[in-house]
């Protein structure tokens, strides 16, 4: 008996001295050939300090970066790993601050995101990481729906859920509201923070973006989506890019052919939202022209007026009209 689980031991070995090294070492903690056999015998492996050379040359030819060094002491560590730590810390900060990821969700994920670091990269890093609680959504169903809502796209059929929202009811009392909602889905999309479906329901005959983060019970249908180019301009493949680049905070709206003259002091800005291959022309010392296809909507319209007399709307009329009426209304506030 004792000799079949030596013999067990022996065939996960180098399993374990993968795990020991990943979880143990880095460049400044190192361990010899006999810690690396005392970290095994916890875990009721028996090794002899010979046997490990052999296992950690047997681990680099199979093509993990082990590295031996005798500064700041003679040992191995894993040099490298599938995600770097800047990387790993990007990764955790994008979870931190997504606000479709409920507070107890983002901190299994960065648990999970420890684990690609040795630990003592871990403790000084992302276990020390603050979580506001309150931006963050409280539907713990979003990754269980996220996965039926991407089965459904690949199936192409239609899903039927519950869609939430906030309402303010007499008494000054804020109640949340729910509808169910059959939708075609086509794409989900990580803007402003939030995650969205994209997709058509079937009373209207264009596309709709909805916060998955306010999505209950997906269900999925045993019936045909509608097919996006018979509700939007795409044909062959829904360009999400494409989609997403014309659109304001994620609001619908006319996809019309936007011309601005902006002050060249918020040439950035203007670049940041549109991209830097915008087609600019009549420039002159002060300003700049330049024309892009988006979605006319009061998003755009917040985002122009925000820029106050730093943008001026060329065309089209609707959008002039737009940003009269919004200024006329913010002059009405402020006239009592």
Known sequence: MAEAKARRGQKIKLLYIVKILTELT?????????????????????????AIYDDIE?????????????IPKSGYFLASRDFELPEIFLLCDAVRTAKFISEKKTRELTKKLDKLMSNYQAKGSLREIYIDGSSKTHNEELFYNIDRINTAIIEGKKIKFTYTKKLLREGKQIVTE?????VSPYAMTWQFDYYYLIGNYEKYNNLMNLRIDRIHSVEILDEPIRHFSEVSDYRDTFDVADYTKKLFGMFGGNMQEVKLRCSNKILEQVTDRFGDKIFITNVTENTFDFTVKAAVSDALVTWITNY???????????????????????????KK
């Not at 047997?58 to 005798?70: A, E, H, K, N």
């Open 26 to 50: 880095d460049e400044d903690h190192p361990l010899s050939a006999t810690e690396i056999c005392e970290k095994l015998a916890a875990y009721d492996v028996t090794a002899e300090r010979k």
């Open 58 to 70: 047997c681990l680099i030819s199979f093509g993990y970066d082990i590295i031996q060094t005798r």
């Open 178 to 182: 729910s509808k169910t909602r059959i």
């Open 308 to 334: 106050a007399d730093l943008i001026e709307v060329l065309k089209p009329d609707e959008l002039c009209k737009k940003i009269t009426d919004r200024a006329e209304k913010i002059l009405n506030v402020y």
